[in-house]
């Protein structure tokens, strides 16, 4: 257990269902992320909060939509998504860059998704 | 854009024995983050190993060491002592101004 707790563990859902990913950490940190990770791909950086304030979105489908209501919980509600939207979703906190502190990134344990 | 490049997919090395994987990367910033990441099938992305750009000496944890070598911009992870439990998928990922940017990983076998 890192300090950063991702709920389910695994989730099955069909094109249209809604469901939502949640995380949660007691770190202390400002900073909470969303990663996708695809068998065979980088992972790749959804979306970035800074002190519950999205500063990033790559370019995500609006079919997913984040929510931080405070810096220690960050959600990923999800519908209509596509079977390639199957994967590892992580999640991870760490303290605002340039923060003396940054030890990289703490990070959850990942819902796995399967879209059917 | 910065990017990691890791150009070894798989990787595999005798129990006991010393492993080296390779990273390189490439960034017009001078102060940075590298480190390496391990993610064993359990899913948890553990931190093996950081580097601050700044600092010339190599750092070091235990069995892992870095070769950090800023002007070829390469940021190579060397796994001494090699154990089962050292089997598992490890990233390299760069940090500049926040975001952590990960390479496509490299899977590592352990053999007894």
């Known amino acids: 257990e890192t300090g950063v707790t991702q709920t389910p563990r695994h989730l099955v859902m069909g094109m249209t269902n809604k469901k939502s990913l949640k995380c949660e950490q007691h770190l202390g940190h400002n900073a909470m992320y969303w990663y996708k990770q695809s068998a065979k791909k980088p992972l790749e950086l959804m979306f970035v909060y800074n002190f519950k304030e999205q500063t990033e979105n790559n370019s995500v489908p609006s079919r997913f939509s984040p929510e931080c209501p405070n810096s220690s919980h960050l959600f990923l509600h999800l519908h209509t998504l596509q079977p390639e939207d199957s994967a590892l979703y992580l999640c991870?906190?760490?303290?605002?860059?340039?923060?003396?502190?940054?030890?990289?990134?703490?990070f959850g344990s990942g819902t796995r998704l399967t879209v059917v | 854009a910065q990017t990691v490049t890791q150009s070894q997919p798989e990787m595999s090395v005798q129990e006991a024995e010393t492993v080296t994987l390779s990273c390189t990367y490439d960034?017009?910033?001078?102060?940075?983050?590298l480190f390496w990441y391990k993610q064993p099938p359990s899913r948890q992305m553990i931190l093996v190993i950081r580097q601050e750009a700044y600092k010339q000496q190599n750092a070091t944890e235990n069995r892992f060491s870095v070769n950090f070598q800023k002007a070829a911009k390469s940021f190579s992870l060397k796994i001494s002592d090699s154990q089962l439990g050292d089997a598992a998928m490890y990233f390299c990922a760069y940090r500049s101004t926040g975001k952590l940017i990960f390479g496509q990983g490299t899977t590592l076998q352990v053999k007894p």
């Open positions: 991870a906190s760490s303290h605002p860059f340039p923060d003396p502190s940054s030890y990289g990134y703490t």
């Open positions: 960034t017009s910033e001078s102060d940075y983050y």
